[in-house]
């Protein structure tokens, strides 16, 4: 596997993102540098962690045993809920530089809009600081529902590089798109394997089988034509590898649109409405 055949896209920033990228949410701290040391050997250039994985070390660990240039990888973290407030949220991003042992980010995101605390207007200037230092290439948002991005976009600068949302087959998430796309800024489908439950769908199934590939690469080969960023997670090396090889075939157009039909409305996560966890 080549990361050539991984292709890119252009942020406002003017800074390149890989299409296809590997999710650390909820692999363990002890196991993380491993994990994306396997990740890294078969070819994937973009890791998606944050504060709040705890696992910025292990990430940082596995880019410098990788020996690979600074400018061979991309790293996305995410600011913790509890740091919205401007100072917090600058003191937060240093320590995620120490964590992953580097100069600079390519991309750092508000992972949650946080409605009930209401200061991701705030923590958007704080980002937007970091974005101006130079140690992040790029800034975006997560969670962000079309209302949440207007006002953003009302009362600051910058506007976000990326919206991470959730994004697979039961939750095409189409309103937040549409609006990602209006203003320029790349989705991010994040859980796009639906946690591995949408794999069982007997739609999804018989794609596969016709086509010779497993569900999961099927899934990912999908959300790779509609042109949003991923970055499935495995601790598994055969899945691991398995979810990058998707670049030797192509959907059907009546494939994608019978992926797209399975949409339901379904979430596996929060809603970002509703989400006010801070962890305090
Ligand atoms: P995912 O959709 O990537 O699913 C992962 C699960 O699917 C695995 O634990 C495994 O059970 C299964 N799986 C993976 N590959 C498989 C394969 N080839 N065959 C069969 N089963 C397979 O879920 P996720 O980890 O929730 O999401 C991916 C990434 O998105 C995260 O790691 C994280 O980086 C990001 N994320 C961001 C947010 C946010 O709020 N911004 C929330 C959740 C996830």
């Known amino acids: 596997m080549s990361n050539e055949s991984i292709p890119s896209l252009l942020l406002n920033s003017g ?3 890989p299409q296809l990228g590997f999710g650390v949410f909820q692999v363990p701290p002890k196991q993380t540098r491993d994990v994306v040391s396997t990740a ?4 994937y250039r973009h890791i998606d962690t944050a504060q709040m994985y705890r696992n910025e070390r292990g990430v940082g660990e596995a880019l410098a045993d990788s020996g690979l240039d ?3 990888f991309f790293v996305t973290s995410k600011l913790n809920n509890a740091f919205h407030a401007h ?3 600058l003191a937060a991003f240093d320590r995620t530089l120490e964590e992953l042992q580097l100069e600079h980010v390519d991309l750092f995101l508000i992972h949650w809009p946080l409605p009930a605390v209401d200061k991701y207007v705030e ?5 937007e600081e970091i974005y101006r230092s130079g140690h992040a290439r790029a800034i975006g948002v997560s969670n962000f529902e079309p209302h949440h991005l207007r ?5 600051t600068t910058v506007v976000p590089a990326v919206n991470q949302v959730e994004v697979h087959p039961w939750l095409g998430n189409e309103d937040v798109r549409a609006v990602d796309a209006e ?4 989705t991010e489908a994040w859980s796009p394997l639906g946690r591995g439950r949408v794999l069982e769908d007997p739609t999804i199934a018989r794609i596969a089988a016709n086509l010779g590939k497993t569900p999961a690469q099927v899934v990912l080969r999908w959300h790779i034509e509609r042109g ?11 899945r691991i590898k398995e979810n990058v090889q998707l670049f030797d075939f192509e959907l059907s157009d009546a494939d994608m649109a019978d992926i797209s039909a399975l949409d339901r409305g379904e979430r596996v996560g929060s809603h970002p409405d509703t989400m006010n966890n801070t962890g305090r």
Request: no cysteine.
């Open 15 to 17: 800074v390149q993102i």
């Open 40 to 43: 890294l050997d078969v070819g």
């Open 70 to 72: 600074r400018d061979e």
């Open 87 to 89: 100072d917090d949220a």
């Open 123 to 127: 923590a958007w200037g704080a980002l």
């Open 151 to 155: 006002r953003l976009m009302d009362e």
């Open 183 to 186: 203003h320029g800024i790349v």
């Open 228 to 238: 949003d960023v991923i970055f499935p997670k495995s601790v598994t090396p055969a």
